[in-house]
């Protein structure tokens, strides 16, 4: 595919800005309260956020200078004065809100009224907890670090949660939190987002402690197949060992299998059939025995 080069030393930031945000993404969203020096609540989301630690518990996001007049927000502000921090989660139920409270209203408005956003009392923290937000962290900030002091440099503001509060109906029977009722959303460029449920949420389960096959280990026949794709073909990469000879020809008994292999055009209609049970049935050791067919 045709490539464009971007050089950050020539292009606007304003053009920076976006293509940086369309491609790293989707992007977590901090929806931060924060209090003043004078007892004035603020929420504000911001997409330069994620976890970065669980020994300690941190948690990192950025409010940017803007872009357009080289201002700090109230964010900054307050989390100067007051080192103090709650970081809550943005579902799908409040993401209308919190782009109501994205708006830069006056350092005297309170955005928890403007979105309609209930305004509940921390534990350790002065900061109010969104009682809507199905997780809510309470953090004391250890640093901010400048990025820069022109527009949109970041400031970085590593928090370290010191209480956690998660909704009883997020949490399955295995006591972790269930994404579909979790329901959360995510940050694209400009005005996009994603809800993170349903068929957008799935499983891969790649064990990392044992030795998977790779690539190099795929017959030349297989990694060349035409109707396997890179994330199929990745699926059988995925194995931690080849499957035997003898295992594969016991496939033969299926006589679907069966009748495919008197075909002349076997060899496709094998890789078709593996594409389904590795689509389909995301079994990618079968596959495997069934091109091992070929």
Known sequence: MEMRTIDPKTVATRDLHQFLLGSVAPRPIAFASTIDEEGRLNIAPYSFFNAFSSNPPILVFSSNRRVTNNTTKDTLHNI????????????????????????????????????????????VVKPMRIKESPAQMECIVDEIITLGDQGGAGHLIICKVVRMHVAENV???????????????????????????????????????????????LPQNIRNSRILTANNLAQ?????????????????????????????????????YAKQVLDLEGDPEKAMKVLMLE
């Open 171 to 217: 949490i399955d029977e295995k006591n972790r939190i269930d994404p579909h009722q979790m329901d959360l959303m995510g940050r694209m460029g400009r005005a996009y987002y994603v809800r993170c449920s349903g068929s957008n949420v799935f499983p891969i389960v790649q064990p990392v402690t044992q030795i998977a096959i790779g690539f190099d280990a």
């Open 80 to 123: 100067q004065k007051t080192k103090e921090v709650v970081i809550n989660v943005v579902n799908y139920n409040i993401v209308r809100q919190m782009a109501i409270a994205s708006v830069e209203y006056p350092t005297d408005v309170n955005e928890f009224e403007k979105a309609g956003l209930t305004a509940i009392p921390s534990e």
């Open 236 to 272: 059988l990469a995925g194995l931690l060992e080849m499957p035997t000879k003898e295992a594969s020809q016991a496939l033969t008994q299926n006589e679907s299998l069966a009748s495919l292999l008197k075909m002349p055009d076997r060899s496709l209609l094998l890789h078709n």
